[in-house]
């Protein structure tokens, strides 16, 4: 059964503050991904990695820095934390099947809200 | 920009009924469509997929229905169930080999016993 944990589960920060955000997954896949969920606007890609210390910009990386120190773990920093950036961030790691295409496996999920 | 669209954005039916979620996409290098099913507090998981060589998919009382030529594809949730109530994404990815969904902004289901 694939794994994906994130942590924390919720998290209020101040304006101004720095936020990490954690993602660990045990499926030993080579793709983790950051999404980022709003209402309205469904799942929207931020940072996405396919190996260790190498990371890609996805649709909405402005604000965001993420880090890919291990195949298990991957982080979303926000340096400088926005109230726009008040959401609910999801982390997912990805196999892809030669017939069925790639499979997301997702977190709960992160809440974070910014005051 | 919106790649790929649902409608509606909520939907509710009787239990029983047969749930029809629309979906979009502009994009014709897209090539695997999967849904994915989401509870309120839990991360979305896969729930059913068509690849662009398919005009239907069927797994128990969920069915694709794919048109290439009009970009158009639908979920049809038969029997619908109250345990059924949760949001839908539709989902697009392309045949460009960077793993790289682009997402609908979802349907939210509610099926009421």
């Known amino acids: 059964e694939a794994a994906v944990t994130q942590s924390p589960r919720s998290k209020v920060a101040v304006t101004g503050g720095k936020v990490t955000l954690s993602c660990h997954q045990t499926?030993?896949?080579?793709?983790m991904y950051w999404y980022r969920q709003d209402t309205g606007h469904g799942l929207r890609l931020i940072h996405y990695?396919?190996?260790?210390?190498?990371?890609e910009k996805g649709d909405i990386p402005d604000g965001y820095k993420a880090s890919r120190p291990s195949q298990e773990n991957f982080s979303l920093i926000l340096e400088l934390a926005s109230l726009s950036q008040t959401a609910v961030y999801f982390c997912?790691?990805?196999?892809?099947?030669?017939?069925?295409?790639?499979?997301?496996?997702f977190g709960e999920g992160s809440r974070l809200i910014v005051v | 920009q919106q790649q790929v669209r649902q409608s509606p954005q909520s939907l509710t039916v009787w239990e029983g009924e047969t749930a029809i979620l629309n979906c979009s996409y502009e994009?014709?290098?897209?090539?695997?469509f999967p849904w994915y099913q989401q509870f309120p507090g839990e991360g979305p998981a896969l729930l059913i997929a068509?690849?662009?060589?398919?005009d239907k998919k069927e797994d128990g009382r969920f069915t694709i229905f794919f048109n290439k030529r009009e970009k158009k594809l639908s979920l049809h949730i038969t029997d619908s169930q109250p345990g059924d109530s949760a949001t839908y994404f539709c989902a697009a990815e392309a045949n460009t080999g960077n793993y790289k969904y682009v997402f609908g902004a979802g349907t939210r289901l509610k099926v009421i016993a």
């Open positions: 068509i690849r662009s060589v398919s």
């Open positions: 499926n030993n896949h080579d793709y």
């Open positions: 994009n014709s290098a897209f090539d695997y």
């Open positions: 990695s396919y190996v260790a210390d190498s990371t």
């Open positions: 997912a790691s990805s196999v892809r099947d030669r017939y069925s295409g790639n499979t997301l496996y």
